[in-house]
DNA sequence: CGGGAGGTTGAGCATGTTCAAAGGATGTGG
DNA sequence: CCACATCCTTTGAACATGCTCAACCTCCCG
């Protein structure tokens, strides 16, 4: 594989693109961080509450979530992981983890050594600025997360959670227009909004008989994605998945 | 007054230095930026969601939130903003808010250029670290509340917020032992928890009862942190509040 | 003294939980 | 390739936490 399809089909690169242009040489430093992947099976622990960091990782490819078992057991999932997510940019300055990282699905993931990131955010101004954007969408999810949890009822929160899902894997070019698949289970899912299973199983069934969606076998169709937007009072524009602003590049044209 | 003592009481700068240590020049820098302070009065509107952000801002005294009202009037309270935090570091790339930042008291704060913070994350390396530093422990604030709403009762999701809002005024010498003034009302403590009014009132009434609270005339007193920290399943270290790693800043000093 | 915002109280109600049991799907070893 | 175990989904009924609505109280401030 050549270094500019290689270049192509790294997921970071192709994400921090996404947001920022990046000149060939931006390119191949990111290209030769991912040096030593890693492979996860589903449904295991990537780092642990309590553990020290020991690097920054990429996702790859599969699903992952950051979370934390609380005393009594019960779960809370805090936010997805997609391919070319980083996990954890956020950490690698924090003596110990306050959550724990686990896989949803078999996970493939490059390991970043912490000096290569401070390197390259020293070197790599557009670097820099595209992990500052992808570490400001991440606050934004976070946020809706909150005024999802906080204000909305079952049925939109799980309204807002698969918006959410499908946005952003078409955001990573992992869907075929509104049909994706959902590895997710309904325990998975009660334990990202806050819900039981049983109630996300009831909630799915009002949705399936609205004709808002269809569900089986790990696969998703959300048949009518505005009307679920806006049964969630949610808008794609709060996931701030597009591109940053052009003043901000043309101040990096300047230097 | 002098530099040196200007330094001491921008609360920016104190912020700052108490994550990462700043050279005399960082600190300078840092104290020429807020030259423009604006006023604000209680309850009302610094940023309006739909807005593009004009500039960065530094609070540098009272309290404010960032918020979303929803279609049907309702609010949600993300975050809190005391003095020394940003609003927004992470809005200056994008193009439009989505949500507002509004006052609580009576609010001063420090308008920051676009370009002079994009200056500084490039010339001043530790200042840059802070900056990050500060962007990770808003997120590890916004990661407590989502566990907060999504599995904590209405007694835990009080305790929960009482101990961050008492361990986040005394990491910046606001507090005196465990009494702080707090201006909310409890209207603003309902839309923070995703809960009523009614509720809040019911709640703290068991918080009193049981000793572990006195609150009147705005003044809180926890009587007992650790069962609060306890009956929220809350952890002072969750906040992250205090200083970077030493490995990072050893970094920073190679340069 | 009057008005308004915030706090307090009560009763009925609704959304989502709990618990328990049964019905699919999936996958693994014999 | 079947048998069995396990995990996931589905269903029902009783229950509980927190909501709604409406009234009243209290404090502050003009």
New interface residues.
């Given amino acids: 594989m050549s270094p500019v399809r290689q270049a192509t089909y790294n997921p970071l690169i192709r994400k921090l693109e996404h947001y920022v242009p990046l000149s060939a040489d931006d390119r191949r430093v990111l290209d030769e961080l991912g040096e030593t992947e890693e492979h996860y099976r589903a449904n295991q622990d990537i780092v642990v509450e309590g553990q020290v960091p020991r690097s920054v990782f990429v996702l790859l490819s599969g699903l992952a979530c950051?979370y934390?078992i609380?005393?009594d057991g019960?779960?809370?999932i805090?936010?997805f992981l997609l391919p070319g997510d980083l996990c954890d940019l956020?950490?690698f300055?924090?003596?110990?983890m306050?959550?724990s990282i686990g896989t949803i699905t078999d996970v493939t993931l490059a390991a970043i050594p912490?000096?290569s990131v401070?390197e390259m955010?020293?070197r790599h101004?557009r670097v820099?600025?595209a992990l500052?954007?992808s570490?400001?969408q991440?606050?934004?999810i976070?946020?809706e997360?909150?005024?999802a949890?906080?204000?909305r009822d079952a049925v939109g929160r799980v309204a807002y959670i698969l918006c959410e899902l499908v946005w952003r894997q078409q955001a990573i070019g992992l869907s075929n227009g509104s049909s994706v698949t959902l590895p997710l289970t309904q325990n998975e899912l009660a334990?990202?909004?806050?819900l039981t299973a049983v109630h996300i199983n009831r909630v799915l069934q009002i949705l399936r008989r609205d004709r808002l969606l269809t569900l089986e076998h790990r696969r998703l169709e959300l048949l009518d994605i505005d009307k679920l937007a806006d049964i969630a009072?949610f808008?794609k524009?709060?996931l701030?998945l597009g591109p940053?602003?052009p003043e901000?590049i043309r101040?990096l044209d300047r230097?």
């Fill in positions: 950051r934390r609380l005393r019960r779960r809370q805090m936010t956020h950490m300055l924090l003596r110990v306050d959550h912490t000096v401070l955010a020293v101004p820099s600025v500052w954007w570490s400001m991440q606050e934004a976070l946020r997360r909150i005024v949890l906080g204000r334990d990202t909004l806050g009072g808008n524009d709060y701030h940053a602003p901000i101040h230097r």
